[in-house]
């Protein structure tokens, strides 16, 4: 079976300190992996993905993700958060039959 | 070049009435996802198209339907609205089918049903 867990539902940071969101997968296929960011009244748009080259992946806006195989998780990370960073983010799984499948989200705050 | 959009961006229908939802894809894109989503299910696959063909379909009654035509552009219909049905509907186009590439999505429909 196929599924994604987001860890944390909301998460809070202060402008400037880095940013941590957690997705773990499960998945009976190696899996190609997403995070998507959706700001208010958006679509969602493509952050980064893995796809089976590098680990570590760099995306747009300074995020990047590490895939851990053997903690079967795929973390996003920020240095340093910008006001611009809050909105609600997703970690997506593709499994090998082509099916994607979301996680619930996790809505990032950015205080000032 | 234009991105995924999607029409209308708002709308609000009575229970029992029907909507059609429309999308029209990046152009080259020959494929077209639907979602839905809401706070309390999250992203939901809806189905997805391909050079007209119905490929893929997700766990939603048969009131819930869709169509692509040959220009790649896509419908989806909800008929017999409940209130549960209230959403954002996301239609997201790729250029092959969905799990070969990345989507790209429109900024959604938003659907409220009173």
């Known amino acids: 079976a196929q599924s994604v867990t987001q860890l944390d539902s909301h998460v809070s940071v202060s402008e400037g300190t880095p940013v941590l969101l957690r997705c773990n997968y499960s998945?009976?296929?190696?899996?190609?992996l997403f995070w998507y960011v959706q700001h208010p009244n958006k679509g969602l748009q493509l952050l980064l993905k893995?796809?089976?080259?590098?680990?570590l992946v760099k995306g747009i806006n300074g995020f990047e993700a590490e895939f851990k195989k053997s903690e079967t998780s795929f973390h996003l990370t920020k240095p340093s958060a910008h006001m611009s960073d809050a909105a609600e983010y997703f970690c997506?799984?593709?499994?090998?039959?082509?099916?994607?499948?979301f996680g619930t989200g996790t809505r990032l705050t950015v205080i000032p | 070049k234009a991105g995924v959009t999607q029409t209308p961006r708002y709308l609000i229908k009575t229970r029992g009435q029907q909507v059609t939802l429309s999308c029209s894809p990046i152009?080259?894109?020959?494929?077209v996802s639907w979602y839905q989503q809401t706070p309390g299910q999250g992203l939901q696959f809806l189905f997805e198209?391909?050079?007209?063909?119905?490929?893929n379909k997700g766990n939603f009654p048969g009131r819930f339907s869709g169509r692509q035509f040959s220009n790649s552009r896509s419908e989806m219909n909800v008929s017999t609205l409940e209130l549960g049905d209230s959403a954002l509907y996301l239609c997201?186009?790729?250029?092959?089918?969905?799990?070969?590439?990345?989507?790209?999505f429109g900024a959604g429909s938003r659907l409220t049903v009173l």
């Open positions: 997201a186009s790729s250029p092959r089918p969905s799990g070969a590439n990345v989507l790209t």
């Open positions: 998945s009976s296929y190696s899996p190609s």
């Open positions: 893995y796809t089976s080259a590098a680990t």
């Open positions: 997506v799984v593709k499994t090998g039959a082509n099916n994607l499948f």
């Open positions: 152009s080259g894109h020959r494929s």
């Open positions: 198209y391909f050079s007209e063909t119905q490929r």
